[in-house]
């Protein structure tokens, strides 16, 4: 069975602080690893996919990488509008349904 | 549209009554996913429709949940009996089946409260 594990649960940081989250995940197959935001009150918001070890993408402050075993999604010089809960979620073999982690959320104060 | 829909946006109901819940998807997207995401959970897959091939209900938690799909764009999602343990946001999301990635692009979610 699909397993998602992201750490830490919980993340506050300064503004202009950096930090990393981390989505480990065991799947036979992966198709593809994701990466949404989203806010309270509303569904997740699509930010990354990833396909193969070694990847990375960027957007704005945020970077995502993978490797064989876990992604990380850097977040460099937050703002307090990058407070959110960030999803991890894999896909494998010839499944379409996303597995998803439980989640971080991420507190950036002013 | 420009995005997914749901509705209603909030539903409270009493135990033992049955609701429906509806998703517009993307105009386009083939594909069409129901999600659970209870307090303090991550999301839980229900049911995935794809064109006109049979769903994979393998998710749904009971034989009280039952989706539809009509003309291979509005989803209705039916809970019959609802219990406490139902209430939760149910979150629609839509895709596109061509490409490598599949990106699934989510809906608002309706949250449903069962007193």
């Known amino acids: 069975e699909d397993q998602v594990t992201q750490s830490p649960e919980a993340l506050r940081l300064q503004e202009g602080e950096s930090s990393s989250l981390n989505c480990s995940y065991t799947v036979s197959g992966l198709r593809g690893l994701f990466w949404y935001r989203q806010d309270p009150g509303k569904g997740p918001e699509f930010l990354f996919t990833l396909y193969s070890a070694g990847e990375e993408k960027e957007k704005e402050r945020l970077k995502a990488t993978l490797t064989k075993k876990e992604s990380f999604l850097h977040i460099t010089a937050p703002k307090p509008e990058d407070s959110a809960t960030y999803l991890c979620?894999?896909?494998?073999?010839?499944?379409?349904?996303?597995?998803f982690g439980a989640g971080t959320t991420v507190t950036v104060r002013a | 549209g420009a995005g997914v829909s749901q509705s209603p946006s909030n539903k409270v109901t009493e135990k033992g009554k049955d609701v429906e819940l509806r998703c517009d998807p993307i105009?386009?997207?083939?594909?069409l996913y129901w999600y659970r995401q209870s307090l303090g959970q991550g999301l839980e897959f229900l049911i995935y429709?794809?064109?006109?091939?049979?769903?994979?209900k393998s998710g749904l938690p009971s034989d009280r949940f039952s989706a539809e799909r009509t003309g291979g764009s509005v989803s209705t999602l039916t809970i019959q009996r609802t219990q406490q343990e139902d209430s939760a946001v149910y979150l629609c999301?839509?895709?596109?089946?061509?490409?490598?990635?599949?990106?699934?692009?989510f809906g608002p979610g309706t949250r449903l409260t069962v007193l």
């Open positions: 979620a894999v896909r494998h073999g010839g499944d379409y349904k996303l597995s």
């Open positions: 429709f794809q064109g006109n091939s049979a769903p994979d």
């Open positions: 105009s386009g997207h083939t594909a």
């Open positions: 999301a839509s895709s596109q089946t061509s490409g490598r990635g599949n990106e699934q692009f």
